[in-house]
Every structure is written in C-alpha cells, then in structure tokens.
C-alpha cells in the first residue's frame, strides 16, 4: 500500500515538475514517513539550497494530494535535511526517489538499503555494480580529455557567491546534454570558473564512457589556425565535433575579434548541441560584455544557462583556507586562518598563493605558522590598498570611469548619466571604507538618508542579479580601486 504511496508521490513529482528541477530531485531519498511526517533528504547543501527555495512548496503540494486521494489525513509535516546530517533519522540508510522500492509502511520506519544515485543518460548495468565497482576511465579518454584530476567538486568550497554555480555544474554533471546546454559561467579571474568547468568534466569521465574535451579558447584558436594552414581541418573537427560527447570550453571572452575563429567555433557549437552533446563555456563577462562577439553566438550561449561567480564572501575564504591547509596536511592556526581572510580578498587564486608562500616561508625558517609569520608575508602586499582608499580616490576613480568630472559627480544634476554614477560612487565608498553613513552624505555634500538609499539601490540591483551592466560596473570599478 505504502510503496504505492510513494509510487504515486514519484509519477505526480515527474508530471508536475519540469526536467530542469526534477534533476535536483534525483537524489532526493525518503528516510522517514509517518502519520504526521515525512522526513526527505538530500545528498548536499546545494542541492538541499535549491529544493528549499525553489520546490518545497511543490513537494509539499504533491505529498498533501497522493495523502487525500488515498484518504489519510494530510495533515503531515514534510521535513528536509542533508542526508546523514539529519538528527531524525540517525546514520540510517535511505533510498533514492526513483527506486520503486522506496518505502514500505507508512507507520513503520523504511527498512534501510542503500541509496544510489541514478544516472539515466549512461547503460549502468545496475545501481549494485555502480556502487560496488567504479568505473575507471580508460587511460585514453582521460589523456584526451585533457583534464587535470586536481579540479574536483569534492575540493570546491560552496558559498553565497559561487552557489548557483555549483549547482548548475552539478545538475550538469548528473545529466550532460540535457539539462542547462549550454552552461556558461563567468565572473573575475581567479573565482573558481575552470576549477568547476573541470569538476563537471573529472565527474562525466569516472561515470562511464564519455568523450570528454577542455580546451582553453586560445587552443582551439591556435589548433584551428594550425589546422588550417596544414590542411588538417578534418582532424580538428574530428576532436572537437565527431569524437566529443563533452565539450568544455574556456576563457571564450578570448574569441573576441577573431572572426574566422568565431565562425569555426559557432559551427562546432552548434552540431554539439544539436545532438544533444553537452557545452560548457567559460568567461571573465557576460556574452553581451564580450566586445566583437558575433551576436548569433552570443544569444546562442544566452539560450542555455548563465550564472555568473562572485568574489568568495569572508566566511567562503576562511572555509578555503581551513580546507587547503587541511588537504596540504600542515596545521594553520585559526588566527592566522581568520587574518588571512580578512587581509585577502582579491580571488581563490591569490588566497591560495598566500598560503602557500606563508607554509613555504615557515619551512624555510623551521618555524611553526605564525601570526608574526603572516603579517610579514601578507602586510607588504595587502594592507596599503586598503588604507589608501577614502572617498576622494574612489569619486576620482568612478567619475573617470563614467567619463564625467568629479564636480559633476558631486554636483545637483539629476539626470542619469550622473545619478548612476553618483549612487555607485556612494556604494562603493560605504563599501570600501570605514565612513559612517553621515560621514559619506558630507563627502558626497547631501543627507546620509541620500547615500542610505543609494547604497539599498545598487545592493538590490547586484542581489537579484538582473542588470549584467551594473554587476560589470562594481566588477571593473572595484578591481580598479585594488590596483
Ligand atoms: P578562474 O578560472 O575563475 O580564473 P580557477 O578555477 O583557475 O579560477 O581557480 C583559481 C584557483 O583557486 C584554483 O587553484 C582553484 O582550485 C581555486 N579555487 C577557486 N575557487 C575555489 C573554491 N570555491 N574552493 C576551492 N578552491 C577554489
Ligand atoms: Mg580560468
């Protein structure tokens, strides 16, 4: 009866629920139902993040109704956590959604089997033979996949700012060619980009016979030019077309300008997606920012999905630090771990550079990691910008970003070309100094409520994430302000 339950629950979940989140249901297990519960779980937080905000509603609808078309009451609570974080349901073994077997009785705890991950788009004998035997990737693939084994979603650290990033790459990862093709990430150097492009392209080839292929823009521009001038197009076209399931590539904001590249690149693009092969492409903008992008190209890219990456928040680096010590197997003390973070906070690549000179600089002097030790290594190069930043530099630097004058910046006009910029200038100055609100409306020659609502505006607009111009504007501006 109860396995019919939740039989029910599974069919109305997949008629009601497009592919796209039904892909964040996939690992989604039953550890508990009861007369007045049902206790669900996921595999991750991101995926726990994304069902939260975007489907619980949904799931809870489903359950309310197969509950009343069966006559039980429907009155229960729909409960979600992180499988084996969970309080309820105690280091107890769950099933997989998609497994018919799911649930036995309603009033009785489901009798544990393991959950498996369902992977529908490869020929896995059975969920049995997928767990107990992984799937070692034939040496070949993975020489010409071109991928380095470092980048992994093991060793990515998730938070606010890369989140949808992360779960976009691992819906990606469980279902290429799908879902979400094209993927296209961007955001500023050093965030991560390739470092997930790859997790997405190290997870497809451990799961079965896949032709996955990375490629940096500049190498397929440079194979391309190559292959022209030895007549070896068919070869090329034969790497990055016929012989690719998976096609990854990176720093597209390279292509600008190359048209004869750009032509190439479209025609490889589209055969891929037309056989339902799965892209990824990376880049420091937004395609409409990629100046001499050809326009089917770019509206290409937009007709897939785009999320950007943002620099990691505080919490973000210090969960790196802590990780990257952790794998290198040296002990960072949580001072110096907390020092860094405040100190560092350009990208994940600089965050990582430091760290690693602060453990070299301690083996070289046979120290143990100190503070002494970090503020030597970090001070020179990170707290001079910092202290230099006031409001004056930062109307200066915006005002000749915008092409205006500070007078103008500051001065009465309303109009647009001078009220944007003013409101980023306020933002920016609430941001990267340590004014007080009235302080900066003095700076600014106007009422602190003046710079409190610019400083809401420009923090809405960034948050919801709609206006690409504004998000490219605080990007430039700020990397501007940390040179
Ligand atoms: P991008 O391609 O955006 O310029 P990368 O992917 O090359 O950046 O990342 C730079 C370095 O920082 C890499 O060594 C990568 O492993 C590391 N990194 C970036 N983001 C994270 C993260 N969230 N967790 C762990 N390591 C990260
Ligand atoms: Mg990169």
Redesign the pocket.
Known sequence: MNTELWARFVERLKNQINDRCLAYLENLTCCNMSDTEWNLCLPDRASLNFVESNLYEKLHEVIHDVLEEANLSSDVDVNLSIEGEASFYNNKKTRSLFDPMCITDISTPVVEKAAFRVRPQYDVPSSDVLEAVPFVPDIRLREESCLNE??TFD?????GS?EFAYCLSKAVATNPGTLHNPLFIY??????????MQAIGNELLEAGNLRVRYMTCEKFTNDYMLACAKKTLEEFREQVRTNCDVLLL?DVQFLSGKSETQKEFFNVFNELLSNNKQVVL?SDRHPHEIAKLEERISSRCLGGVITD?QL?EYE?RLS?IR?KSRDEHFYMPEDVAQYIATKVVTN??EL?GCIKRIKACADVRNEHINMALAQKMIEPFYSTKTVMLNADTIIDVVSRYFGISSEELLGKSRAKPYVYPRQIAMYLVRHHTSLSFPEIGRAFKRDHTTVLSADQRITKGLADKQDATLQSDIKRLEDELAK
């Open positions: 470092r980048f060793n990515f650290i998730q938070g890369n955001g500023g150097v050093g965030l991560g980009k390739t470092h997930l990176d990376t990456m990691p973000t790196i990780k994940v690549r990582e």
